[in-house]
RNA sequence: CGGGGUGUGGCUCAGGUGGCAGAGCGUCGGCUUCGGGAGCCGAAGGUCAGGGGUUCAAGUCCCCUCACCCCGACCA
């Protein structure tokens, strides 16, 4: 391809309100372009990364086993109300009405289609298992989309499914997507860890997350260095401590003002956090009180309350809500003399506490030196704390470490979630009707992009790993008004593209700095630069990885660089 | 869903207290230049997000709407 004719524009402004570098690197690379708020086009060498990355998906889910479909992107609302969905999923939905009043979504996910699909066709245990999988378009009306196509409201998605006779066989299929994702991940170049997820509330028997590890993701994990344990913070539990021993001291009512973050009240009274009970109040469904009690140098992990309060309908009090309970104010709540509607769950970090400071609903006034059995008592205790930094290992016991990621798989074992209200029946060999064991697949496509940017690049610019790059090689031709350089650099250019070597030749009337700067930016694997030195028969040769470069003898150059590029590609 | 911010040429931005619409980059024409985003000369390019209001006069002040960005779902 001739720069000179590619729709490739780069940019030499940096780009206004980007935050994550593969979001500011992808516009300034020209690879995409915002058209609205979480919605970007892609460029021709936006595509070609993506096509890249498609095609290696495609290769790892067909050997696997799994066969390509194409779903429909607008869907009836019949579908999903047959599961529930139409209204579980809420407003993420984008929802739309025909000339004649019928209202369809835009695919977000495709559980519900893929089984329409499958029941169709199957009806006998002889045709399982099957796995289906697509690479479409997906939608969802996300609250908040970030870092280009980190999250975006419109992406692409590779998401397989499959159907089994039993749990068993189910199982089996699951384990040999995981083996995909693996291969896939790799093959992309891409650092992932492998973590347990949580299953929601819909239920099911197993889920995976596949996770890279970048600052501009919005999953937190847990993993362990010394067993390989990983877990979505939200799943990792933790135990209760072990009992403090400390001499009880006498109770004191302490006058305790303006204190109405553990932060005031820890340096207030000179107590650390870890020494203060905190009491965080929520509204369940609207109206009903519940309190959690939990360590005060811990916050609560509200994916886990949802676990525990097994709806994801509550918020925090108000602080009318507060006064008309309790007749106190927030950073005075306190598990005494409880209207008998609030439900009190303790948290494990509580467990064994000496010599504590907690409220007992009397704004400004706090207890010091409160222990367990004397001044107050335990009630259910619950794990709701949030995971951090050198917490046990739920496995080994040794020091959690914990990070930001960025999701780019995720695996679902379902169970019947889908077959059993949409009636996918399959007969046995006995002749009983029973619901087909469904799993679902995903791969963020279009977020591997910006992941593998993340991953790699440098200051200048991105840093394609050969396989996922839009071009292999970049040839430059340093003067194009110098004959002999011209010439040479056309030969090369056409010798490149005879050895099947994915080429751009930068043959643009442009400075040489402004070339060398497009290339570092676009981060073409290699390099060959033509200039001066053809007078002597050499041009140079350059890896964007590393930056090493050297003169080669012209002949040699194309020669080399495929042996480089078949060597990056094993 | 709350909170904060921004909207002016293709891009990045400047335009105290209201008074002729600006710069750099990019684009187009010309000359020069060619190993790290070149130089000089000339030119084109605007519904100042949209609507309403105040005023002799609004990019600027007031109200509404829209769009986009960031922070938070961190607290008792």
Redesign the pocket.
């Known amino acids: 391809m001739r720069w000179s004719r590619y729709f490739l524009y780069?940019?030499?402004?940096?780009?206004?309100?980007?935050?994550?570098p593969s979001?500011r690197l992808l516009l300034?690379g020209g690879f995409i372009k915002?058209a609205?708020?979480?919605?970007y086009e892609l460029t021709p060498p936006g595509v070609r990364v993506l096509r890249k990355i498609e095609n290696i998906v495609r290769k790892e889910m067909d050997r696997s086993g799994a066969q390509e479909v194409l779903l429909t992107i607008l869907n009836p609302a019949e579908l999903w109300n047959e599961t529930g969905r139409w209204e579980l999923y809420g407003?993420e939905l984008f929802t739309l009405k025909d000339r004649n009043g019928r209202e369809y979504c835009l695919g977000p996910t495709h559980e519900e289609e893929i089984t329409d699909l499958v029941r169709s066709y199957i009806s006998s245990y002889r045709q399982l298992p099957v796995v289906l999988y697509q690479i479409q378009v997906k939608f969802r009306d996300e609250?908040?989309?970030?870092?280009g196509l980190i999250r975006g409201r419109e992406f692409i998605m590779k998401d397989a499914y499959s159907f089994d006779v039993d749990e068993f066989s189910a199982m089996l299929s699951y384990e040999s997507m995981k083996f995909a994702y693996d291969r896939i991940f790799k093959k992309l170049r891409l650092k992932t860890l492998l973590v347990e997820a949580s299953v929601g509330t819909i239920g099911g028997i197993s889920s995976h997350e596949f996770v890279a590890l970048t600052p501009y993701g919005e999953a937190r994990v847990a993993y362990c260095e010394s067993c390989g344990y990983g877990a979505n913070a939200e799943i990792v539990k933790l135990p209760k401590p072990k009992e403090e021993v400390e001499e009880e001291l006498p109770l004191r009512e302490v006058h305790t003002p303006d204190t109405?973050?553990?932060?005031?009240?820890s340096s207030f009274l000179g107590v650390p956090a870890r020494k203060?009970?905190?009491?965080?109040?929520y509204m369940v469904n609207g109206s009903e009180p519940v309190m959690?009690l939990?360590r005060?140098d811990r916050?609560?992990d509200?994916n886990k309350?949802e676990a525990v309060l097994k709806t994801e309908n509550f918020r925090?009090?108000?602080?009318q809500e507060?006064w008309e309970l309790l007749k106190t104010k927030?950073?005075?709540?306190g598990p005494f003399n409880l209207p008998p509607k609030v439900k009190v769950y303790w948290d494990n970090s509580t467990y064994g506490i000496k010599n504590a400071v907690i409220?007992f609903n009397k704004p400004d006034y706090h207890y010091l030196n409160a222990n367990p059995g004397r001044d107050f008592s335990y009630g259910e205790f619950v794990d709701v704390c949030?995971v951090e930094e050198k917490d046990p290992c739920p496995k080994c016991g040794g020091p959690l470490k914990v990070s930001k990621g960025l999701e780019l798989g995720h695996i679902f074992l379902l169970g019947t979630r889908y077959s059993e209200p949409m009636k996918a029946y399959y007969t046995d060999q006995k002749g009983q009707e029973k619901p087909i064991i469904m799993g679902c697949y995903g791969i963020g496509i279009s977020r591997c992009i910006s992941a593998i940017v993340e991953q790699y690049h440098d200051e200048?610019?991105i840093k394609w790993p050969t396989p996922v790059a839009p071009f292999e090689l970049d040839i430059i031709c340093?003067?194009?008004?110098?004959s002999q350089q011209r010439e040479v650099s056309e030969r090369l250019y056409l010798l490149a593209e005879e050895e099947g070597i994915e080429t751009i030749y930068d043959d643009r009337?442009?400075?040489?700095?402004?070339?060398?700067?497009?290339?570092?930016?676009c981060g073409f694997p290699y390099r060959i630069?033509?200039?001066?030195?053809?007078k002597e028969g050499?041009?140079?040769l350059?890896k964007r990885h590393t930056g090493e470069?050297w003169d080669v003898d012209i002949e040699e150059a194309i020669k080399t660089v495929k042996k480089f590029i078949q060597e990056d590609k094993l």
């Open positions: 780069t940019s030499k402004e940096e780009p206004a309100d980007t935050e994550a979001h300034k915002q609205s708020a979480g919605i407003r609250k908040r989309p970030r870092f109405d973050t553990i932060e005031k009240l203060i009970i905190k009491a965080v109040l959690f939990i005060g916050n609560v509200e309350v925090l009090a108000e602080d507060v927030k950073g005075f709540i409220a949030q200048k610019g340093v003067n194009p008004t110098d009337d442009q400075s040489p700095g402004f070339k060398f700067a497009d290339a570092d930016l630069v033509v200039g001066k030195k053809v050499k041009v140079e350059q470069r």
